[in-house]
């Protein structure tokens, strides 16, 4: 079975270590979420794990059947099937997203039509796909936006930086339940970054992984965010 594998990644940011030796297992397939405290190294881990300039990896291996994504550069990692959705997406002048997608390597001859289909599951009007990408979007679209983006390329994994920032109700159940889907539809294995309990009550995942003080301290299964809701993060926090 196909896997995303972490084993003890260490980064820095500066002359900061953010990341002090995670390890983490994220099987085809399956919903992992990250939970934690503010500045524990969550989204650290989206970044350092994408290749984003400034995260510096001092040691460690992320791979996904055994190639290390670490080694290649962000766009080959990207080819490798390794997709981001980021907390905030960008506005990109001039770049139409169907023709970002065929460069991404989606089949030109059906990418529009692809685009239209997915932007009618997650609800979003297909004519925003056909603009500049993300401009003049509110953050809701962009972020189902980035839904339709992964649901067209089928990335084996991908890595989702706060998809429920921004999301009402309705936008925040479709994106889910998109996400859900595709775990079936060709097995994409999903890492989920998050602060919220409410995207589990759409997104059901398969272990939940507390994050602290740059560590992986605590994982369970669903069970284990009613305990983060009750208890909050302060019996899971650890100092240097």
């Given at each position: 079975?196909?896997?995303?594998?972490?084993?003890?990644?260490?980064?820095?940011?500066?002359?900061?270590?953010?990341?002090?030796?995670?390890?983490?297992?994220?099987?085809?397939?399956?919903?992992?979420?990250?939970?934690?405290?503010?500045?524990?190294?969550?989204?650290?881990?989206?970044?350092?794990?994408?290749?984003?300039?400034?995260?510096?990896?001092?040691?460690?291996?992320?791979?996904?059947?055994?190639?290390?994504?670490?080694?290649?550069?962000?766009?080959?990692?990207?080819?490798?099937?390794?997709?981001?959705?980021?907390?905030?997406?960008?506005?990109?002048?001039?770049?139409?997203?169907?023709?970002?997608?065929?460069?991404?390597?989606?089949?030109?001859?059906?990418?529009?039509?692809?685009?239209?289909?997915?932007?009618?599951?997650?609800?979003?009007?297909?004519?925003?796909?056909?603009?500049?990408?993300?401009?003049?979007?509110?953050?809701?679209?962009?972020?189902?936006?980035?839904?339709?983006?992964?649901?067209?390329?089928?990335?084996?994994?991908?890595?989702?930086?706060?998809?429920?920032?921004?999301?009402?109700?309705?936008?925040?159940?479709?994106?889910?339940?998109?996400?859900?889907?595709?775990?079936?539809?060709?097995?994409?294995?999903?890492?989920?970054?998050?602060?919220?309990?409410?995207?589990?009550?759409?997104?059901?995942?398969?272990?939940?992984?507390?994050?602290?003080?740059?560590r992986v301290v605590a994982s369970g299964g669903p069970e284990l965010a009613a305990t983060l809701e009750e208890h909050g993060y302060e019996p899971f926090r650890r100092t240097a």
């Amino acid at each position: 079975m196909s896997e995303l594998r972490i084993e003890g990644l260490r980064v820095t940011v500066g002359d900061t270590e953010i990341l002090k030796g995670i390890d983490l297992v994220v099987p085809a397939g399956e919903v992992h979420v990250i939970m934690g405290p503010n500045g524990s190294g969550k989204s650290t881990l989206a970044h350092a794990l994408t290749g984003r300039p400034g995260y510096h990896v001092t040691s460690g291996t992320a791979t996904i059947d055994g190639v290390d994504l670490l080694t290649l550069e962000p766009s080959e990692r990207a080819r490798h099937g390794l997709l981001l959705a980021l907390q905030q997406p960008l506005e990109v002048a001039g770049v139409r997203p169907v023709d970002m997608l065929v460069a991404a390597g989606a089949d030109a001859t059906t990418v529009a039509e692809r685009v239209d289909a997915e932007c009618e599951r997650v609800g979003l009007r297909p004519e925003l796909l056909h603009r500049f990408l993300n401009v003049d979007l509110s953050g809701g679209e962009r972020k189902r936006a980035e839904i339709v983006q992964m649901s067209v390329l089928q990335p084996r994994f991908v890595v989702l930086d706060e998809i429920d920032s921004g999301l009402d109700v309705d936008a925040l159940g479709a994106v889910a339940r998109r996400l859900q889907d595709a775990t079936q539809e060709w097995g994409c294995g999903v890492l989920a970054i998050t602060h919220f309990r409410r995207l589990l009550q759409e997104l059901v995942p398969t272990a939940i992984h507390v994050v602290s003080d740059g560590r992986v301290v605590a994982s369970g299964g669903p069970e284990l965010a009613a305990t983060l809701e009750e208890h909050g993060y302060e019996p899971f926090r650890r100092t240097a």
